[in-house]
């Protein structure tokens, strides 16, 4: 076995077997052929994941295990780190999705043959799909300049460093013994074509400024990563503390793009080594769902697994950017992160994917992720767009961006004289509006860019002679206010800026503005994406037809430019946009008010009878009694021993599956309220309620338990929920759901060893009483439930006719008397 095998620990273990930790700790005592300890510490140690599974199978405990989770568990403990080993999965999956044959072949033997075979293999794909990552090269001369030196070099640089890290003399970037310098192609891209720079094309001592080592001092993918990067989000750029000299004013784009690092590189024979296991195991997923399938699972689970380290953009909202920027045969994400955005992007024949992002892990992820998702040519780049754009001379007819936000050190003092500062050289603090002037620098003639933007940048005063130069010269086109929720951070409501390199001023400019807040959830389920999508989509096409859109009176209208530029040029949809009549003035407030005197009505009168006083008693066993008079003793059982005797059967949430269903989230069933939440989609199938079943939150300490009405019924079961569906013929599910929210009850089964109140539904009690005895308690656990759910209606009654009353006094819609 080698000394760098992939590693598990218990938790990986007993999900292998299908067990509780506990049950690991039992086998390691138990059995003194288990598995010695290899690595990790004495409180968490970690296993080799192939004796484990030797010993598993002989014991014939793996029998059951699913494919998905054995090679998530070769990813996760692989010796390199989960990014090395998920960059070696996407190399051999895109091997098999292109070239089935190919990889057939060279995993017939062993295990070194196939480490010694898969580099050459690799590289009869990686070059033409992922081509060079030389300056702007285009999709046809992009494989003709391909680097050779993929060949010798891994997917980690600093392990065998290319030819240009060499020293500040290097030859560039392409050079071989036996291959021209870059870009000496006699019929280049027209996109990327510079006729009147040759020197910089052909030059062989590039200036100071090309020198790699100091612009992507970076470690790459396989290499040892600091702290900061380790916890990079994919749209945070990664700046190096790198200063251009004087000599990048003359040419400060081409130099950089020159010699731009891709984002793939071919992994040696020796580095693909310990990856073979996970490798012929991804080839068994890829044979069950596809190769690009097999893909967005094992990225899908690594992103589940550390949330914290990305900030992902939601797909509803990547879509909701592609449709605004309309069809594209060339397409640029200068921050792509894990390629969300073009990956939403609409195919076209001809198409070009260009991708860069500072993260070298992610640049590698994101280019891959492409090419198993589309068939056109993806160029795809390591480095900081601001500081080393990859591709200075592309003319993009889009431009999709999720920038870093309130990023200080993003290049302010070395690129005080970069030429794509066309609208204003921006503040320190305004590093959103580089991003922005970078977008527009990459666009063709009439090109759209569309970059998510937080608030701020819409009215600080730092950037307001920015934001007046975009709008006088046409380049802003529409600001969108989004809902709160719609992308982390999740707290305020984002926006999105829509941009024109302008081909001609318009005579008479105005600007679209659009305020989607109305379309916010009330949970954390996520705006009503259909609702924005449907609104900001009309509202823009209408405005592009047209130049102008009359008002809609609270969510979309357009401005003269000159109305714009006051003093601080304040953008902010909200303030442009006067609200809607107070949802149809004092009429509508009249209908809420006799609404909610019915409601009080009704919750009069479904208002529970004076309690009768149960018998005297001993009840220290009894999960309902909550009172000062103790109830007479019964007979208890608990949900985990109901499970086990097939009474019910308890099932957990957070699969999203194909099916793009509602999902019941636990801040619903605590609201009472419906369906409102959404799950990235998985292979794992999702749990779809039934009527009749209670569901359960698990985290926040209340007593809660709802049944589930037909309304409901058919949604999928969301995170942080628990679902029991009782068998009829021995539980009554309103008997089982009250007493599941007694407050007792809920006290003895939680656990408070964390910061947050965690609910064991197994330990869950109940009494066990005779069929017709539980329907009792159930009729009565009923009429408590409408009692409650009329009680809330009326609130949220009550709250909308106070907030109308406040907003039409105030307003002028309602009179005082």
């Not at 004796?51 to 793996?62: F, I, M, P, S, T």
């Not at 391909?146 to 891994?154: D, G, M």
């Not at 020293?167 to 000496?184: F, G, H, I, R």
Request: net charge neutral; hydrophobic share 40%.
């Amino acid at each position: 076995m080698h000394d760098n095998a992939t590693e598990v620990t218990a938790a990986g273990i007993a999900r292998l077997a299908g067990v509780g930790r506990a049950a690991v700790s039992n086998w390691r005592r138990r059995h003194p052929d288990f598995p010695k300890p290899v690595g990790g510490s004495e409180t968490s140690p970690s296993f080799a994941l192939a004796e484990v599974e030797y010993w598993l199978r002989a014991q014939g405990k793996l029998a059951e295990v699913p494919l998905r989770e054995r090679v998530w568990q070769q990813l996760a403990g692989h010796p390199d780190g989960p990014l090395t080993a998920l960059v070696h999965a996407g190399c051999a999956l895109l091997l098999i999705h292109e070239r089935p044959t190919v990889w057939l072949d060279a995993s017939a033997g062993s295990d070194a043959r196939l480490a010694a075979m898969l580099p050459g293999a690799l590289e009869q794909v990686l070059t033409p799909r992922l081509g060079g990552a030389g300056a702007g090269s285009g999709a046809g001369s992009g494989a003709e300049r391909v680097n050779t030196a993929l060949t010798r070099s891994a997917v980690n640089p600093a392990s065998t460093p290319p030819p240009v890290n060499a020293s500040p003399a290097a030859p560039p970037v392409n050079a071989s013994s036996a291959v021209p310098p870059v870009n000496t192609s006699p019929t280049p891209s027209p996109v990327n074509a510079v006729p009147t720079r040759p020197p910089v094309n052909a030059v062989p001592t590039p200036p100071p400024v090309s020198v790699v080592p100091r612009v992507h001092s970076t470690p790459s993918v396989h290499g040892s990563t600091s702290s900061a990067q380790a916890t990079a989000s994919p749209h945070a750029t990664q700046s190096p503390q790198a200063t251009a000299p004087p000599e990048a004013a003359a040419y400060p784009q081409a130099t950089r793009g020159a010699h731009a690092t891709p984002a793939v590189r071919t992994p040696s024979g020796p580095q693909l080594l310990p990856s073979v296991p996970l490798l012929r195991g991804a080839a068994e997923l890829a044979a069950e769902v596809g190769a690009r399938q097999a893909f967005e699972f094992l990225l899908g689970r690594h992103l589940d697994a550390n949330p914290r380290q990305y900030t992902l953009t939601p797909a509803e909202l990547a879509g909701l950017m592609a449709d605004l920027a309309g069809p594209a045969r060339t397409v640029l994400d200068p921050a792509c992160g894990t390629g969300a955005l073009l990956r939403a992007v609409d195919t076209r024949p001809g198409q070009e994917l260009y991708a860069q992002d500072s993260a070298p892990d992610l640049a590698a992820l994101s280019a891959l992720r492409l090419a198993l998702h589309t068939r056109a040519a993806v160029r795809g780049a390591v480095g900081d767009s601001l500081r080393a754009d990859a591709h200075p001379e592309l003319r993009a007819d889009a431009v999709l961006c999720h920038p870093p936000f309130n990023e200080r050190n993003w290049g302010h003092d070395e690129l005080a004289y970069d030429p794509r500062w066309e609208y204003g050289f921006p503040a320190r603090t305004e590093s959103e509006l580089a991003w922005v002037q970078h977008a527009l620098a990459r666009l063709t003639d009439g090109g759209t860019a569309v970059l998510l933007m937080p608030p701020a940048a819409a009215s600080r005063r730092s950037g307001r002679r920015i934001r007046a130069d975009l709008l006088r010269r046409g380049a802003l086109r529409a600001v969108v206010a989004l809902p709160v929720g719609a992308a982390p951070p999740y707290n305020i409501p984002l926006h999105l800026w829509v941009l024109r390199r302008p081909d001609r001023t318009p005579a008479a400019p105005e600007v679209l503005l659009v305020d989607t807040g109305r379309f916010a959830a009330g949970g954390r389920g996520g705006p009503d994406w259909a609702a924005v999508r449907e609104a900001v989509v009309d509202a823009w096409r209408v405005f592009g037809r047209a130049g102008r859109l009359a008002e809609r009176p609270g969510l979309a209208r357009s401005v003269p430019v000159i109305a714009l530029l006051g003093d601080d040029v304040d953008l902010a949809p909200a303030r442009h946009l006067p609200p809607p009549a107070v949802a149809g003035g004092a009429a509508h407030l009249a209908e809420v008010r006799e609404r909610l005197g019915e409601t009080l009505r009704l919750s009069a009168g479904l208002t529970p009878p004076p309690a009768d006083r149960a018998p005297s008693g001993p009840s220290s066993s009894d999960p309902s009694s909550s009172g000062s008079a103790p109830a007479a003793r019964r007979p208890v059982t608990t949900i985990g021993e109901l499970a086990r005797g097939g009474a019910l059967v308890l099932r957990t949430g957070g699969n999203g599956g194909h099916a793009r269903v509602p999902v019941l989230t636990d801040h619903d069933v605590l609201a009472g309220t419906g369906p409102s939440g959404t799950l990235p989609e998985s292979e794992e199938e999702a749990v779809l309620t039934e009527t009749g079943d209670i569901v359960v939150p698990v985290l926040g300490g209340g007593s809660v338990a709802r049944v589930i009405d037909e309304a409901t019924a058919g949604a999928a079961l969301g995170r942080n929920l628990v679902l029991l569906r009782p068998d009829r013929a021995a539980l009554d599910p309103w008997f089982l759901a009250g007493f599941l929210r007694g407050t007792a009850n809920n006290r003895q089964a939680s656990s408070y060893a964390s910061t947050a109140t965690r609910l064991d539904v197994r330990r869950l009690q109940l009494p066990r009483l005779p069929l017709e005895e539980q329907r009792r308690y159930g009729a009565r656990f009923r009429a408590l439930d409408e009692f409650e759910r009329a009680l809330r209606h009326a609130s949220r009654l009550g709250e909308q006719l106070v907030r109308g009353m406040y907003d039409g006094l105030t307003d002028g819609t309602v009179l005082p008397g």
